[in-house]
């Protein structure tokens, strides 16, 4: 069964400190991993996918299948950078998109 | 403008009555999705359309239906069966098409509140 787990419902660290929001995933198939991110007040919206294995707004982050695991990180954590992060999970050929409870990040000054 | 739109924003209704909440796009894409928001619950999945005329149950599709007669709309009936139908919902739509993979793009979101 396709499952998302984000182990931490509120992070909280220091502007500047680097920071890593978990995810996990269990699929018997190819996944394919995203994050989402919402800002206040505002719709939610892709920050990456692992397929482009690109960098958006310094963040990373690397499908590791050994541990089934898709972390988010930054170096350095900016206070635009709070929001809340949702790891999704979908399949090569399905359309099914499901989430993770999501995790609150909360940079401080 | 190109996009997601759904309405209303915001809905009361009173225990044991239907309500239809409306979900629109011209982005031309094939897949749409119905999700529920609740606090420290993420996103969960009611009901999704990869094609005109055809929907499968999401992981809590119970106390819901959906229609998909044209590409553009997925309307969304929260029933009187639903036993606790107070929650955010999300539509969102995506695209197999070339670099969008898989993204899927959000809709502002309906507030039901059932008193």
């Known amino acids: 069964a396709q499952r998302v787990t984000q182990p931490e419902k509120l992070l909280s660290v220091f502007k500047g400190a680097p920071v890593e929001l978990k995810c996990n995933y269990s699929?018997?198939?190819?996944?394919?991993l995203f994050w989402y991110v919402q800002y206040s007040r505002q719709r939610l919206q892709l920050l990456l996918r692992h397929i482009s294995r690109e960098s958006i707004k310094g963040f990373t982050a690397d499908l590791n299948k050994g541990e089934t695991s898709f972390h988010l990180k930054k170096p350095f954590a900016q206070e635009e950078d709070s929001a809340m992060y949702y790891c999704a999970l979908g399949g090569m050929r399905s359309f099914k998109t499901i989430f993770g409870a999501g995790t609150r990040l909360f940079v401080k000054a | 403008d190109g996009g997601i739109t759904q309405s209303p924003k915001y809905l009361f209704r009173k225990e044991g009555q239907n309500v239809t909440l409306s979900c629109e796009q011209n982005?031309?894409?094939?897949?749409m999705y119905w999700y529920r928001q609740d606090p420290g619950q993420g996103l969960r999945l009611i009901y999704y359309?990869?094609?005109?005329?055809?929907?499968q149950k999401g992981d809590i599709a119970e106390g819901y239906s959906v229609s998909r007669e044209k590409k553009e709309s997925f309307p969304l009936t929260v029933t009187s069966a639903q036993k606790n139908p107070t929650a955010f919902y999300l539509c969102?739509?995506?695209?197999?098409?070339?670099?969008?993979?898989?993204?899927?793009?959000f809709g502002e979101g309906s507030r039901l509140t059932v008193l």
């Open positions: 699929y018997s198939g190819s996944p394919e």
């Open positions: 359309s990869q094609i005109v005329n055809d929907f």
């Open positions: 969102a739509s995506s695209s197999r098409q070339a670099e969008n993979t898989g993204e899927l793009f």
């Open positions: 982005l031309n894409h094939d897949a």
